[in-house]
């Protein structure tokens, strides 16, 4: 059976209509997946570390920009994960 005229049209266009629409859906699930997978990781890395620096470091900060100086290679020095995360101070 050859389709022709209006029937062929009717067909071409709903379905064109329905990739475009799954096209729409696909693209707007990966951009809620990737923006849900960044903000977790940040989250889980803020809260694991932020922490521990900010107790570390309120010895030193009410002191000298030596004694602050002293307490960020104590903390360079004796911080465990350096094989993982890169430490900044």
Do not use: C, H
């Amino acid at each position: 059976m050859r389709l022709s005229g209006i029937t062929k049209r009717w067909i071409l266009n709903t379905l064109l209509l329905i990739i475009i629409m799954l096209i729409i859906f696909i693209t707007a699930f990966i951009v809620i997946m990737r923006s849900y997978y960044y903000n977790s990781v940040s989250l889980k890395l803020s809260s694991q570390y932020s922490d521990s620096v900010a107790n570390f470091f309120s010895l030193y900060t009410t002191g000298t920009d030596l004694r602050f100086e002293e307490g960020a290679r104590e903390f360079a020095r004796i911080f465990t994960q350096k094989d993982i995360i890169e430490v900044w101070v």
